[in-house]
């Protein structure tokens, strides 16, 4: 391949025929390269977009295959794809083009400069039978994307999220479209996060997405903005977005869903400070408490504060159930340094079921001036009910929804310090704290393990999985065989697991 001339008295020869050849508004820095950008896969208007970015970064490009062009520059184009294209461009031997792929313009356009054509930036023809082109010398597909399973019960997901760039995005439009209760788009981009969030690398263009199950063209089209542009547009209209806004205030107090948001909404109210002066305005006794610890339920939890949650719960519990199991669920049993609320499962080999356990701790609780809140919710659960079709239906276990007073000399921690102590000897030395406590038969213990542990969407695709792979049907209670009509018995996740076929995942990688 002809390599392109770096002498001075080239480059200077090289700038005038620029100056010739190609009229433009943007003075030429770098005249080692003559680029052509190719239109197949990309789309005139990126294409137009990149020419003109690349442009003015000082960058020759050609819009036209001429004769000076040095490199091509290709997205989603394997080596055979450009040279295919090239067979029909009547250009005679093109192997004087060293063909790149848009990592390297990517690259370049980061730097402000042309950086060093590398082995994974060339397109060259494969080596072997497989269907992706040898990227360099790592002859690795460019992403093992055709083995992402649709559901996320067959993927590993952990905290490790190379793209959250595009996830957080994707939060906002989600929560935007569920706050305007369009359940169906909200749970497209849904899918799409949790997908994104399982991909070992992070996306640079285009191609390496495709085969990804579950990203639509709205999607796509939001993620190749993000690439190109860094930000979203749509996104950022959201985050302008007066209803947005509000919905987002409102929900974020304690027993506000979206109903309660959307009748103050319509009342006119915008903000917090506005609800909270209205006086006329009734609120339940969980949103009073909502609104009184605020600011302490906003701020997340630690970890080293739901481990001291653990401590207390543990020590309350056993003061009634010596034997009693108290297991850490949700999001910190998969392995979240912060989360919303504490989630604990409790269950009680011995008597194998104690409906006085939860009460009895509330009472304690009480004495100890630890409660500051609490809803108990007494069992609905039949026997001989079969699992609930709905992947989204609530338990029927006893619960209990609380918040709790987390004294700062309980959490064993440096990195969550107690505030300095204040002036006033009155300083407030604890923090509201919410947790959920669930009581569950020993029998049904690893159903209801792996139906707390979540994440949400990992549940719902357990249960989408059972449903329509394995004829079978799953909630928090138990899997029911529908073929051979009969319930499954699991004394761990694993066996769980092994009844629906899929190889174990292990908590923290089921952040999906
Ligand atoms: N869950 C459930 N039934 C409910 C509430 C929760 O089965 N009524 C399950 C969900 O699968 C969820 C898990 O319990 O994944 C924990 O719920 P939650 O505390 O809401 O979410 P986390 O994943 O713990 O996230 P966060 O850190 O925000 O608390
Ligand atoms: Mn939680
Ligand atoms: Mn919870």
């Not at 400069?113 to 060339?122: D, L, R, Y």
């Not at 999220?161 to 595009?166: D, R, T, Y």
């Not at 007066?242 to 903000?271: A, C, D, M, N, P």
């Not at 910190?332 to 011995?350: A, C, N, Q, T």
């Amino acid at each position: 391949m002809d390599k392109p001339s770096t002498t001075i008295s080239d480059l200077k020869k090289k700038r005038r025929m620029n100056a010739l050849i190609s009229p433009t508004l943007h003075e030429i820095k770098f005249n080692e390269f003559v680029l052509f950008i190719l239109e197949k896969k990309m789309g005139t208007t990126r294409r137009a977009f990149l020419m003109e970015l690349a442009r003015r970064k000082g960058f020759r490009v050609e819009s036209e295959l001429s004769d000076s062009v040095t490199h091509i520059v290709a997205e989603n184009n394997s080596c055979s794809d450009v040279l295919e294209w090239l067979a029909g461009q009547n250009v005679g031997d093109s192997s004087r083009f060293e063909l790149l792929d848009i990592s390297w313009l990517t690259e370049c356009m980061k730097v402000g400069k042309p950086v060093e054509a590398i082995g994974k930036h060339q397109l060259v023809m494969p080596r072997n039978n497989s269907p992706y082109p040898t990227v360099g010398s790592q002859n690795t597909p460019p992403l093992a994307t055709k083995e992402v399973s649709q559901y996320a019960c067959k993927r590993r997901t952990t905290l490790n999220n190379c793209n959250q760039k595009f996830t957080d995005a994707f939060e906002i439009l989600a929560k935007n479209f569920e706050f305007r209760e369009n359940e169906g788009i909200c749970l497209a981009f849904m899918r799409a996060i949790s997908v994104l969030k399982c991909l070992p690398f992070t996306i640079v263009r285009m191609r390496d997405i495709e085969g990804v199950p579950w990203l639509g063209e709205q999607v796509k089209s939001i993620i190749e903005e993000i690439i190109e542009d860094g930000e979203s547009s749509r996104v950022k209209a959201v985050l302008n977005d007066e209803r947005y806004k509000s919905f987002l205030l409102f929900t974020s107090i304690f027993g506000v869903g979206l109903k309660t948001s959307e009748k103050w909404y319509r009342q006119g109210f915008r903000t917090l400070d506005e609800v909270k002066a209205d006086k006329s305005l009734k609120l339940t006794k969980m949103q009073k408490a909502g609104f009184l610890y605020h600011e302490d339920l906003v701020s997340c939890v630690a970890k080293e504060e739901a481990d001291a949650v653990y401590l207390i719960v543990k020590e309350a519990v056993r003061a009634f159930l010596p034997e009693a199991l108290v297991t850490l669920t949700g999001g910190f049993r998969r392995g979240k340094k912060i989360g919303h609320d504490v989630d604990f499962l409790i269950s009680d080999p011995e008597s194998g079921e104690d409906e006085q356990l939860l009460p009895n701790v509330i009472k304690l609780w009480e004495k100890q001036e630890l409660l500051l809140y609490y809803d108990l919710v007494e069992s609905t659960f039949e026997k001989t009910k079969l699992p609930s079709r709905k992947v989204d239906a609530m338990d029927h276990f006893q619960k209990c929804f609380l918040i709790l007073k987390l004294h700062h000399q309980k959490v064993d921690s440096n990195r969550s310090k107690p505030p300095p102590e204040s002036k006033t000897h009155e300083a407030k030395n604890w923090k509201a704290i919410r947790v959920d406590l669930v009581m569950c038969p020993i029998q049904q213990y690893a159903y209801a393990l792996l139906g707390w542990t979540g994440s949400r969407q990992f549940e719902r695709d357990l249960r989408r999985y059972a449903t329509h792979e394995k004829k079978m049907m799953l909630d928090n209670h138990a899997l029911y065989d529908k073929t051979k009509k009969i319930f499954l018995k699991a004394e761990s996740e694993e066996d769980i697991f092994t009844h629906l076929g899929l190889d174990y995942i292990e908590p923290w990688e089921r952040n999906a």
